[in-house]
C-alpha cells in the first residue's frame, strides 16, 4: 500500500506541477474548476444526499466557481479583493470555531447545514489556489508543501512511535506523537526553505516562520480530523475511489482546504496593506 501511494503522489505531483506553470490564466482556473466539482462528488456522498440534493449541489457548486471566474476577469484587484477577502473570513469563521465546536459536540449536521459547508469548504479553497497562483506560484508550492511535510512527518512518527490518541472516537489512528512528528517535519521545512532562499535567509524572521508553520500545522489537523468525522458518520472509510492508495480527493486535499483559504487571507492582507 505504501508503494502505492507513493506512486500515485509522484504522478499527482507532476500533474499538479505541470497544470501550475504550463496551463495559461484560463487553463489553470478550469483545472481548479475540475478539482472543486470533484471535490463537490465525493462531499455529496459524505453527506448522503439523495440524488436530486447532490444535483442541486453540484450545479450550485459549479455557478459559484463560474461565477467567481467571471468577477476576477471582469474587474480589478481591489474589487476581486473586496468580494475574495469575506470569502475567506467565512473559512474562517469555519476552521477556527464552527468545525472544532462541531467535532466537540459530534453535531449530526442536517442536508441544508451539510450544503452550506461543503460551500464553505470548497469554494475557498478552489479561491486560494486561483489566487495564490496570481500572486507568485511558488507561494502555492510553499504551503502546499509545507502541509506535505507536515503529513509525511505525522505518519511515519504515528506509525513509530504512537501511542497516545489524540481523537480516538474520530480517528483512531492519529496520535500525539503524530503530531509531533508533523510539527518536527514542519519546523525542518521552513528551516531548509529559510536557509536557502536567498531573500529570507537575508532578514531575522526564522522564528516567525517557524510559529506560523505550527499554526499551519494545527490547521491542517483540524482540517483531516474533521474529514475523518464526516466520513465516520457517513460510514465509509474513503471519500471516493479517485486516486489509488489515497481513497478520493478529498483524502488527498483534506488538510488543504484549512489552510490553503486563511494563507491566502493573510497573504492578501498583506498585499492590501
Not at 500515485?8 to 483545472?31: E, K, M, N, R, S
Not at 505518519?155 to 501511542?163: L, V
Amino acid at each position: 500500500m505504501l508503494k502505492l501511494r507513493v506512486i500515485t503522489a509522484v504522478v499527482l505531483l507532476v500533474l499538479f506541477l505541470l497544470a501550475l506553470f504550463a496551463l495559461p490564466d484560463f487553463g489553470w482556473i478550469a483545472f481548479v474548476i475540475v478539482v472543486v466539482m470533484q471535490g463537490a462528488v465525493e462531499w455529496s456522498r459524505l453527506a448522503k444526499f439523495s440524488s436530486a440534493n447532490a444535483k442541486l449541489f453540484w450545479g450550485i457548486t459549479l455557478s459559484m466557481m463560474l461565477g467567481l471566474a467571471w468577477f476576477d476577469a471582469s474587474y480589478s484587484p481591489e474589487q476581486q479583493a473586496m468580494l475574495h477577502l469575506p470569502i475567506y473570513a467565512v473559512s474562517a469563521l469555519l476552521w477556527l470555531i464552527v468545525v472544532p465546536t462541531w467535532l466537540m459536540t459530534n453535531w449530526k449536521a442536517p442536508s441544508v447545514a451539510m450544503a452550506v459547508t461543503g460551500w464553505a469548504v470548497l469554494v475557498p479553497t478552489g479561491l486560494a489556489m486561483m489566487d495564490l497562483r496570481a500572486i507568485d506560484p511558488w507561494l502555492l508550492i510553499f504551503v502546499m508543501a509545507l502541509v506535505a511535510a507536515a503529513d509525511i512527518s505525522a505518519y511515519f512518527a504515528g506509525r513509530r512511535f504512537g501511542k497516545n490518541k489524540l481523537a480516538p472516537s474520530i480517528s483512531p489512528g492519529k496520535t500525539w506523537e503524530g503530531v509531533a512528528g508533523a510539527m518536527l517535519g514542519a519546523s525542518v521545512y521552513v528551516v531548509a526553505v529559510w536557509s536557502f532562499h536567498p531573500y529570507l535567509s537575508q532578514h531575522d524572521i526564522l522564528p516567525i516562520l517557524l510559529l506560523a508553520s505550527w499554526w499551519w500545522v494545527g490547521l491542517a489537523v483540524i482540517g483531516d480530523l474533521f474529514e475523518s468525522a464526516m466520513k465516520r458518520q457517513a460510514g465509509v472509510k474513503d471519500s471516493g475511489a479517485l486516486l489509488p492508495g489515497h481513497g478520493g480527493l478529498l483524502d488527498r486535499i483534506d488538510a488543504l482546504t484549512s489552510t490553503l483559504p486563511l494563507a491566502a487571507l493573510v497573504i492578501m492582507l498583506q498585499h492590501l496593506s
